[in-house]
């Protein structure tokens, strides 16, 4: 895989991608939300990008004990949801990196309407490639994004590098497992951006030959298979208007690679995993 026309493919399917700020603030002002009064109690409900709504923010920011002195990285962002979230309910200081230039933006967009701006910042950045200096942050954190990232290696080695001595790297992932046949990983990567995956164990030798103390790498694929169907259901349910905005062909094109996924999920040969260690 050549890393740089990746990092492109990774670009241009975010830029995109149906969750979007656009689409966020269509659906707040479908659902009679007046943008001048914007919130984060509001916007959290619109803005995530990953599975197990705040519940599973809350799971890593209780783990890597987040608190109002905390000074947070969350790698690969997105919209900058669950940055938002953390700083408003957990009152810490929070920095949001991403490849994706439109997502950054958006997301600064969002924080301002939210009022969140004072603590919370986004900068276009490659994870391979961290713009912050050794020990920067308390914690890093990442949700459902560094399964876009190549070379995990590099990708922990960086995370492990900007967090201080004692701080804490918690994240959750999408992994492979075993059994996926080299089609459907090509297809997964043209059409999902998933890049060299990871997997439950890869990742915690990864975190401990980097000199980490990994306290917990939880299995998450049973959970998440229900969850994606679940999503997956909800995406069809929704044909006629979704045609209607993009149209068939875009349509049919997200369904088949999204089922690949979903049925990748449910058949075992993909899955998720959270992930809690400590920098010694
Ligand atoms: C699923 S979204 C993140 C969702 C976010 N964690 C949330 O919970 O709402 C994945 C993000 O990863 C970003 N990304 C992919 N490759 C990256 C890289 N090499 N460095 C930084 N960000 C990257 C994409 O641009 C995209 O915004």
Redesign the pocket.
Known sequence: MNIEAH?RD??SF?DRHPINEQQILEKLQLDGIDLSRLNEDILQNY????YDGVEAIDILAQGAGIAAASQVL??????G??ARYLAHNYGCRVTG????ES?VEGAKRLTELAGLSDRVAFRT????ANPFPDQAFDVVI????WC??PEKEQLIAECVRVTRAGGHIAFTDILERGGLNSDDREKLRQGM?FADLGTLAGYQGLLAAAGCVVAAAEDLSARWAVILRHRLEMYRSLEAQTVAQVGEATYRRWDDIYSLFVSSVENGHLGGGRFLARRV
């Open positions: 990092a990774v670009v975010y803005d995530m990008d990953h969350d790698v690969a962002s997105g919209m949801g669950p990196i991403d490849l994706t997502r950045a490659n994870a391979l990442g949700q459902e994004a876009h990232i951006g």
